[in-house]
């Protein structure tokens, strides 16, 4: 993730409540610029910082967390050099030659310009067999059943002021998922509704009345139905909870450096859930139609989110921000004119008098990739940041992100899918460069010139779609045919082909 | 507005944890009944509390404030019984002979069955003059330019709990408008971008420097592009609130009882602006298109950003609520046992032990028109309420509602409009039984059957929109040519021709 996480500049948030000095280092992430002879050691911004109680030095822990790339790409320790290489840039995928990835997905992937270190992007793509816990509901089962469930599974992890945190989302997200999913098996393959109540114990003797359990005699004039979809969906966003909260704990002892933004996509029982924490994006493309499938989730998306937040907990701000919007900073000798300015309930603008707090910094400020809350980080929800702090300062930013997923679900069966039929997710690597057209312009280019039985046209389509968000390196930089700026971000690329894993192996 | 506030039902919310027995007056709010019988002194539920420093009898001040109809239905003292009769709902409009309301607008409404004494439903339609505060930005004008700005201005407002704070803002709300909209007539008549900040005191002298005000030079990296739009959303937004703090400061010696959903349109400067807080509705037909052009405001809509605010705020849940959403009442037998749920960051279910805490009341409850908040009032957005406690206990509901409207945009403009293409406003007596395909072709059978030009078919549009969810008394009951049962409530519906106001006067 280029630049999420701004710069930190001393000074900018003055504790005295005069403002801070123009920001001396310029944000880059409008202008992505292409500098292979950037070194690999120029300081990520900020750095993670260590909790107080931590003393490892963090050079070693980075070089430990950061430098790996997802298993399925196979990688040599040559081919590792390759894929950390900002000079080169070359794309990466999985070898035609060995196992492909499940369900005939494509995936390619490329490191920044020269922005971090590493590329902080991570990736999973798993089939995860979820065992249930036996007789959850306290009801014998048809001992015909099948006891387990199959779920298939892609994640897309977009790191930010380290690569801890997205490497271990890219190893355990899943696993959290599968144990959300674990008392879910047996009712999610009842037709029946889901029971409402469930006996503490699972099995346990004298809780099993299911009449009692499901009983519609309510003492509730209503009852909510609740279906199996919204229990797989609570289950990922329990399940992204989870994984943050563990990250919470182990930060110290494993050090899980920096944040990532997670995009995660669940195939199950004939529904796609795509579920979106961050700046990451997803979008189907089904007949060269566009259907977005997730929706971002930045300090301009959640504006009055935040905002609404600083109101009613002033002290989350420090006494250093205040929680109104103004469309520019305000100077010291502006006090008593009237600025413009935007409160937590409103979306249009209005005319205040300026009193002295106001002269604090906003607590959400730009415009766009330059959006930041805090002057701090540019996304606002994902999952770690435990250790954020607005820069010098100790104010901690990790309350005002979320880690909770928005999660859309795409009925598989409701329509029949041809080969050429895509689910297509990309870090925001690709999106910064690639508008949702363009994407299905490729797709279209580049399915077409494959057989449908092509085992190899889905990992065509995430290289090209990469190749094409990346450029190639012209006049001091990487540049797009149309010589505009290419993408000097990380840029990772799931393709689904929603027909199905197809009838190849 | 039939029970939007639930009849008070002693011990629903029980203090002690345990749950509270089944309610025992049913909610009709799905199953509306006309009822010629009841009587009219049937009380409201629940009646507007007084402030613990009023001692003026509620009966009086009802009387007085709530017996009111729009003043441009030109009610003689007969009229003005016959609109009160609940046995005959007889349909009401402007007089044909009369003056015809601004831009040819079509009004009809119609009292409730028996539900509350009086129609507690309260409508505007106004053009209002805004004179600009003379030389805002400091900088002189051309003299030629006008100094004033006309706004067309349309309002519903659907009273729950007595009509005194629907009658108070059917007389206000625009006023609050004009006033927010006066510091904007220059700068709204000037196509150049609003200036960022104007001098203190409105012409001012040392301030008048345009290049200071509007300075592109800013400290901040960026400056935010704010519209001449986004001006008047936020003046309205600021009415709204205005509106409300006036209510809560006059709430005693004026008595203005319960509360108001509003809905209302301003078009200035060739644009439409609906603002929309609480359960009525307005859609857009465009030759046969429907184009919805509002949200409802409900427990179910803005469950998360109650549920949110009981986290945040627990104090403002009294020890009587949980902020936590359960599918049913709980039984304290089922304590330590697993039922679903859902938290404030959950759109999904999941099943969490009970512990004592759960067995509180849930803060938001129940389904469709039967959910509440706080088991009392079923809209979250509004006018008023000020008084509103929980009943059995001293819990104010106000801080979970919002005084905030949503406002949409329509630029009349950008389309070429036909005299059948109209802007419909309902209160929710209309929506509760007619669809939007309904109302589609209600207009287009009955303005076809009148010629373009003809000043009465926008108020026949409106009239035919109320007799059709109003139905004929039948079946122990209003019903509709379908046999369902046709709406109960107050029914209040203005028709806006899109195409403008008609050649006619």
Redesign the interface.
Known sequence: MLNRVRSAVAHLVSSGGA?P???KS??LSNAPSAQPAVPPEAPRSPPARAGSGSSAPAKTVEARASFSRPTFLQLSPGGLRRADDHAGRAVQSPPDTGRRLPWSTGYAEVINAGKSRHNEDQACCEVVYVEGRRSVSGVPREPSRGQGLCFYYWGLFDGHAGGGAAEMASRLLHRHIRE?LK?LVEILQDPSP?P?????TPGAAG?SDPSHLVGPQ?????????TH??????????AF?FMDEQMARERRGHQVEGGCCALVVVYLLGKVYVANAGDSRAIIVRNGEIIPMSREFTPETERQRLQ??GF??PELLGGEFTHLEF?????PK?L?????Y?DQ???????K??ELEDLRFPLV???GK?ARVMATIGVTRGLGDHNLKVCSSTLPIKPFL?C?P??RVYDLTQYEHCPDDVLVLGTDGLWDVTSDCEVAATVDRVLSAYEPNDPSRYTALAQALVLGARGTPRDRGWRLPNNKLGSGDDISVFVIPLGGPGSYS
Chains 1, 2 share one sequence.
């Open positions: 403002p000095p123009r920001p310029p944000d959300q008392d889901p409402l109540c469930l006996p503490s809780s309510s003492c509730w004039s209503s009852q909510k139905e609740v979809e919204s229990l797989v969906v609570g289950a990922i966003e329990n909870q609404l937040l009613l907990k469309p520019r900073r305000i100077q502006e008593g004119q009237r600025m413009l935007r309930n409103m979306t249009g603008w209005a005319y008098k300026i400020c730009g415009e330059k979320s909770f928005e999660v």
